[in-house]
T-cell receptor, first 113, second 117 residues
């Protein structure tokens, strides 16, 4: 089955800095890669996703890049703000008809004012 | 309505109790999921329902029994649980599998925080 590795496990940045979280996956059949943000005590919320036919996708301060050959994808957050502080999970799934997401272990991002 | 709702928000139960968790969505989604999330860990998939039929059971113990009465509702019946089953139980939904179509994003409910004494 799929295995997703995520690094780093914790990331501390100053407000205004950029943050990068990296994930690798093992199943070459995976072709959908969402990122979820989970604040303490809240539900995971989809913040951005990318499909394997695209190399990069951007939404305001958030961007995701995908390298299918190397089987890795990354989340980039620019101009970080304290409200970006949360746990971020990457995930991967093959296009089997169900979104059987395999999650990375998560990255706790702390943005200090 | 663009939300997945779950009840109750919190549940405390003894090991001999029987209780049920409920999940509801009115987005017309035809795939629904149960996840278990322990503290500081990612969600772990338990069950997948597609068009009201159980499609995936990730080797979950029989003390957890899912039910999908209709396309909007998903239940998780609990019986004879163990303290290690204490966790946040998340429900999610997605548009569901389409023949040859792309995988669609999952939307999560707020979860039920379960404590087993």
């Amino acid at each position: 089955g799929e295995n997703v590795e995520q690094h780093p496990s914790t990331l501390s940045v100053q407000e205004g800095d950029s943050a990068v979280i990296k994930c690798t996956y093992s199943d070459s059949a995976s072709n959908y890669f969402p990122w979820y943000k989970q604040e303490l005590g809240k539900r995971p919320q989809l913040i951005i996703d990318i499909r394997s036919n695209v190399g990069e996708k951007k939404d305001q301060r958030i961007a995701v890049t995908l390298n299918k050959t190397a089987k890795h994808f990354s989340l980039h957050i620019t101009e970080t703000q304290p409200e970006d502080s949360a746990v971020y999970f990457c995930a991967a799934t093959p296009n089997s008809g169900y979104s059987t997401l395999t999650f990375g272990k998560g990255t706790m991002l702390l943005v200090s004012p | 309505d663009t939300e997945v709702t779950q009840t109750p928000k919190h549940l405390v139960m003894g090991m001999t109790n029987k209780k049920s968790l409920k999940c509801e969505q009115h987005m017309g989604h035809r795939a629904m999921y149960w996840y278990k999330q322990k503290a500081k860990k990612p969600p772990e998939l338990m069950f997948v329902y597609s068009y009201e039929k159980l499609s995936i059971n990730e080797s979950v113990p029989s003390r957890f029994s899912p039910e999908c009465p209709n396309s909007s509702l998903l239940n998780l019946h609990l019986h004879a649980l163990q303290p290690e089953d204490s966790a946040l139980y998340l429900c999610a939904s997605s548009q569901g599998p389409l023949a040859g179509g792309p995988v669609n994003e999952q939307f999560f409910g707020p979860g039920t925080r379960l404590t087993v004494l």
